[in-house]
């Protein structure tokens, strides 16, 4: 069981958790104006990388905050997790 | 009478003499025996017959790796397929060989199990030489360290030597180390302890049995086994290595044991394996244990080394004990029925071979590194072509490994390989270790002759066994490898070996040895199978521990439980919660009972029992935003006091639930108890999300009781002194049903015929599966209560609620 650092609680057990998809996804700034295959792709095309990739994650059965993370889909190593405020952070 | 057991020696207490049968037959032991040495100490080395061939079998290793002893416990606890070297002996212990697989008991397990979890900076598995050094080093600098060692007692491989540390007997250094260990406050070392699973970031989980050794005498309020749930910064490995044998035809045949297994016998146990003894080994360190066994008393007819040249020294020793020492020979196959009675020697180059008779055939073909929880952690394995074994092939963050299962196998290496492995890891984690005082020292041993990596000896395949357990021989790999399988996984698979018991600690490395001879390949290059967890066997019962029975998923009741109960509620399983679905009266059936009290809502007043529902209380500046972004409909301009039902959507519009909103004193939302923690974490998104202006918090107050009102007459006119809707005073219900929230009696999840009517009577109408825009209407509940009257209509969603709640729940409006 892998250890996942809150940014709010530090290191906890992954079963605290709650994956949420891919992070820095903005919501349109005026969903009415978008044609319908924009707004498709908002609601629905994700990135799905080998490597590192940036998500969100809940720490639902702790602090219950939101907050991100760059993983690496290849071997589930948690680079980097950060506050929903913070920038994604550059990971060589 | 115990005719192979030597006068004195060993770590067993001959005062004390235990009773047991085995197979119906009595015998005698004692304290610190397993069951296997006790068993041998009257000469029985057949424990039961193999699983396909039906093969005599016995007891091939003094510990976990062998692959033949297998028995069943009928008393005092029974259980099956255990090895008859890992159960120590206790007074009245009953048990009988097994044909290959065992039984269950046909009586429940009333024994306890438990967890427990633990944390430390460094976890060290084994409490050999190496293991505790490491222990000390790390303990000494100030460490948390958990130590465990899955015998009896620590020392490991010691236990089964003659070797001295520090210019004494091992085992009074060993007595010493432990005694120290004992004065840290934060060192915890646990014996009978076996790591047996190695996961993510320093996650290792260990099985402790607490009981088994007690026999009859066992605390009853004590857990029978732990697993103990450990989580270090650093795992050091130090859980020794396994001998391997060497593949010849019958090969299987009890009497034929590993070589340092009979040692372990001797020195631990003070058992002879056998009274005429031939040794057949490529490596030194079988020789310790013909000259030991010599001098114990066993006739030891020759030495069968593999090798061009014996080692000097070993050859010596043996010319003194007048062992004959044979170079450049094998082991071709063996005689007997039941036992091994005869070994049948040839040269190097074939021919016709020498018939050696004897009652214990001792083999060694070198030595595995224990790496199985190095490889659960995804380390790399490489084959080192001088030692002749897979040892650890890079070094990983957080894991190490050290002593013999780090390939170092004399004993002078492994006390100093603890120390450097607890050193590194103190490194690792920041721990400030230096003035460690340097490890003890042992005499060095004598320069080591290179083994010779023998997989096998050539022969008819169809005896060679491999993998003793599934009778799989060598045969089953020249097939499977004839069936075009070009990798060990495919081989295994396709052979079993490797799947037993025992999952391959002795046959693994061998598989992949005679695998990769078939296939013309180095087997460093076809590599081995991975090591999975478990370790050793684990029961289900151990790993359910007390999440059993009422205990497997907790039953959750509201404040109010004892008042449904003392009204002869029926209750139903929603979630965890009970929730009373019906009060019949006596004589009445459910449609009965469920007539009765809509009728009985219809023309008065009803309470429903609320608190199985999940709420989520939105507090803050801008919650009623929020909510307005979570409803389709309109919440914000919910007025205090008032209830409105909605129906919450994601961006992708589909309904992800309805629910009702409250405003009063604060601003809260009841959701349905299964969507609350979706739709909490949707909630808390919302507050993240940055979407609204001002922070709003949504924390989930589900331990809330809540009462529904609703009814024909649920509300009285007029306005109470703080301007809110007047209430009817519920007699007859508990303190707990006040401050409930009034339902909103028709919904306004969207459906244009459902305008709010503050007291209207509530609706038992719907016309099942016409109308499910909130995809969670229940057909069942809803038709069950449905009425003729149909007007006003709110959708099925909604429906589905109030039938059931209001008017199945309450038998005594005012
Ligand atoms: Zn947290």
């Known amino acids: 069981m892998q ?41 629905f095309f994700r990135d799905n990388p080998k490597g590192a990739f940036a998500e969100r994650w809940s720490h639902a059965a702790g602090c219950r905050r939101w907050f991100n993370a760059v993983r690496d889909t290849a071997t589930y190593r948690f680079h980097a997790t950060y506050r929903p405020d913070q920038p994604r952070p550059e990971i060589s | 009478m115990t005719e192979f057991r030597v006068p004195s020696g060993g770590r067993i207490d001959r005062a004390t003499t235990y009773r047991f049968t085995f197979g119906g037959t009595s015998y005698t032991g004692h304290p610190g025996d397993t069951l296997a040495s006790a068993l041998l100490a009257h000469g029985v ?57 065992g039984r269950l008991a046909d009586v429940p397990d009333s024994a306890r199990y438990d967890a427990k979890h633990a944390h430390a900076d460094l976890l060290v598995v084994g409490a050999g030489p190496a293991g505790l050094v490491a222990a000390l080093t790390a303990a000494r600098a100030g460490a948390r360290v958990v130590l465990v060692d899955e015998q009896s007692e620590p020392g490991g491989a010691l236990l089964g030597s003659a070797d001295r540390v520090d210019r004494g007997p091992a085992l009074d250094w060993v007595a010493a180390a432990t005694a120290e260990l004992a004065t840290f406050p934060d060192v915890l070392h646990l014996q009978r302890t076996t790591a047996f699973g190695h996961y993510d970031d320093g996650f290792v989980l260990a099985l402790e049995r607490r009981t088994d050794h007690f026999g009859s005498a066992a605390p009853r309020h004590r857990s029978r086994q732990r697993v103990w749930r450990i989580r270090a910064g ?59 066994l010599a001098d114990a008393g066993v006739r030891v007819h020759a030495v069968v080394d593999a090798r061009e040249v014996a080692p000097l020294h070993w050859r010596a020793e043996c010319e003194r004990r007048g062992i004959p020492v044979r170079a450049g020979q094998v082991v071709a196959g063996t005689e007997g029925t039941d036992r091994v009675s005869a070994a049948l020697v040839a040269g190097p180059d074939g021919g016709e071979p020498e018939r050696i008779a004897c009652d214990l055939l001792l083999v060694s073909g070198g030595w595995n590194p224990a790496v199985h929880l190095f490889s659960q952690a995804r380390g790399r394995l490489h084959h080192d072509d001088g030692l002749g074994a897979f040892v650890p092939g890079e070094t990983l963050p957080g894991t190490s490994v050290a002593g013999s299962a780090a390939g170092v196998f004399d004993l002078d290496g492994c006390l100093r390989d603890g120390a450097r492995g607890a050193l590194g890891a103190l490194a690792e984690l920041g721990i400030d270790a230096r003035g460690a005082t340097p490890p003890p020292v042992a005499d060095s041993d004598p320069e080591r002759t290179p083994p010779r990596v023998l997989w096998r000896v050539p022969g008819d395949e169809r ?62 290059q076809l590599g081995t199978t991975t090591f999975r967890p478990p370790y050793t066997p684990v029961a289900f019962a151990a790993l359910a521990g007390r999440n059993r029975g009422a205990l497997f998923d907790p039953e959750r009741v509201t404040a109010v439980h004892d008042w449904h109960v003392a009204r002869g509620a029926v209750f139903e399983d929603v979630g965890q919660w009970k929730r009373p679905r019906y009060y019949p009266l006596p004589g009445e059936d459910m449609d009965a009972a469920v007539l009765r009290e809509c009728a009985a809502v219809r023309g008065g007043v009803g309470i429903l029992d609320g608190s199985t529902l999940g709420k989520i209380d939105v507090q803050g500046p801008d919650a009623p935003v929020l909510l307005d972004r979570l409803y389709t409909n309109m919440m914000s301009t919910l007025k205090v006091g008032m209830v409105r039902y909605g129906v919450l959507c994601g961006a992708t519009g589909w309904c992800s639930t309805t629910a009702p909103c409250c405003a009063p004193p604060r601003t809260g939302t009841s959701l349905h108890h299964h969507r609350r923690r979706r739709e909490g974490a949707r909630l ?3 507050v993240a999300a940055d979407r ?57 999840c969207g459906s244009p015929a459902s305008a709010s009517r503050a007291s209207s009577p509530t609706r038992s109408t719907s016309t099942p599966g016409t109308r499910r825009p ?23 969603c909604c429906a589905r609620r109030r039938p059931t709640r209001s008017s199945g729940r309450t038998p005594t409006a005012p």
């Open chain 2, 684 to 686: 808390d998104g919302g």
């Open chain 1, 3 to 43: 250890l996942i650092e809150c940014p709010w609680c530090g290191p906890r057990e992954e079963v605290e958790f709650h994956y949420g998809g891919q992070a820095h996804v903005a919501y349109p700034a005026d969903p009415q104006a978008l044609p319908d295959e924009q707004w498709a792709q908002y609601l």
């Open chain 2, 774 to 796: 909130c995809g969670t209407g229940s057909s069942r509940r809803a038709s069950r209560t449905a009425s003729p009257r149909t007007a006003p209509r709110p959708c099925t």
């Open chain 2, 45 to 101: 080395h057949a424990t039961g017959t193999s699983i396909a061939l039906g093969r005599p079998r016995g007891i091939g290793a003094a510990w976990a790796e062998d692959p033949g002893g297998l028995v069943q416990i009928e008393e005092p606890f029974p259980e099956p397929m255990l090895l008859a070297t890992t159960v120590e002996l206790v007074d009245g212990l009953s048990a009988r060989g097994i044909p290959g697989q």
């Open chain 2, 463 to 524: 005896t060679q066994f491999v993998d003793i357990q599934r009778d799989a021989t060598v045969a089953d790999i020249a097939r499977a490898v004839g069936a075009g399988m070009r990798g060990v996984e495919h081989v295994k698979r396709y052979t079993t070996i490797g799947t037993a018991h025992d999952q391959g600690k002795t046959s693994g490395v061998i598989a992949a040895g005679i695998t990769a001879e078939l296939l013309g390949v180095p087997v460093g």
């Open chain 2, 692 to 748: 609204v202006a001002r922070p709003a918090g949504a924390p989930h107050v589900g331990h809330r009781a809540v009462g529904h009102v609703p009814g024909g007459r649920a509300a009285v006119p007029g306005r109470d002194r703080r301007g809110l809707p007047r209430r009817r005073r519920l007699e007859g219900a508990s303190a707990s049903w006040r401050g409930g929230t009034r339902t909103c009696p028709a919904s306004r």
């Open chain 2, 234 to 292: 650093h795992v050091l490995v130090a859980a020794g290595a396994h001998e391997r044998p060497v593949v010849f035809c019958d090969n299987d045949r009890p009497g034929i044991m590993l070589a340092a297994s009979a040692r372990t016998f001797l020195h631990r146990y003070g058992v002879l394996a056998g009274r005429d003894a031939v040794v057949f080994t490529t490596d030194d360190g079988a020789y310790a244990a013909a000259v030991d």
